[in-house]
């Protein structure tokens, strides 16, 4: 069996920026201000990491524990309807893939993700992926701020569900250089796609297990899982 961890925005699917939206909303809630998303790197980052930047950078002290729950609690809140507005889009590819594995016993597709639960099922459901999924063995970033605490979610899930699976079976597909480093960290191999904010000469600087510019039909696509 071949285990397939997928990252959600940049890779499975583009919510043109919902979530900063949602965010900036429930910022303007919290603090009665507005952030410039700009002077901070999001692309890769956890919630938790988006949401303690913004505090520290605002109020200029570090933040509590439970004001960054806060903020979550209220980007959650507002994050549906923003999707609902904003026109995003899946990544090439992605659904054909997903379709065809889902009729395969031998490969089990989950999410490994820097958004919350609740924020990766939103999003998912909303693009009508979430039936393709097992959450229950995916990894989010529940109080986690850095991607290699949710590679460690990950490695225990299939120490757990998948105990007779090797490592090199499993697989960590995102956009960015976390989440090659965050597949890296456990032992896994990397699929990066640049369908994100990085180019594919960036994501090759990061020495993936194999990089692509988009995601190849189906069926190509198994076949290279296979070398």
């Keep these: 069996m071949k285990i397939l961890f997928w990252d959600i925005d940049g890779t499975l699917l583009k919510t043109a920026k919902a979530g900063l939206y949602a965010f900036e909303e429930a910022i303007e809630e919290t603090l009665h201000t507005q952030f410039d998303f700009t002077t901070i790197k999001t692309a890769g980052m956890t919630d938790y990491y988006i949401s303690h930047q913004v505090l520290l950078l605002a109020t200029g002290r570090e933040p509590p524990v439970h004001e960054i729950c806060n903020l979550i609690n209220l980007y959650e809140k507002v994050l549906p309807s923003h999707l609902a507005t904003r026109k995003g889009h899946l990544t090439p590819s992605v659904k054909d893939i997903l379709t065809y594995l889902q009729n395969r016993q031998d490969y089990a597709s989950l999410i490994l993700t820097g958004n ?22 995916s990894a989010f970033c529940d109080n986690c701020f850095n991607r290699r605490e949710i590679s460690q979610q990950a490695l225990a899930k299939i120490e757990q569900n998948f105990p007779n699976v090797a490592l090199d079976q499993v697989y960590v597909i995102g956009d960015t250089p976390n989440d090659i480093d965050c597949g890296k960290a456990i032992g896994a191999r990397t699929i990066a796609v640049a369908t994100g904010m990085y180019s594919l000469e960036e994501l090759q600087d990061h020495s993936p297990w194999w990089a692509v510019s988009t995601l190849p039909p189906p069926a190509e696509f198994v076949e290279y899982l296979q070398n």
Excluded: I, R, V
């Excluded at 939103?122 to 063995?137: E, I, M, P, T, V």
């Design 116 to 137: 919350t639960e609740f924020g990766a099922k939103a999003k998912l459901s909303h693009y009508g992926l979430d039936g393709f999924f097992n959450f229950s063995s």
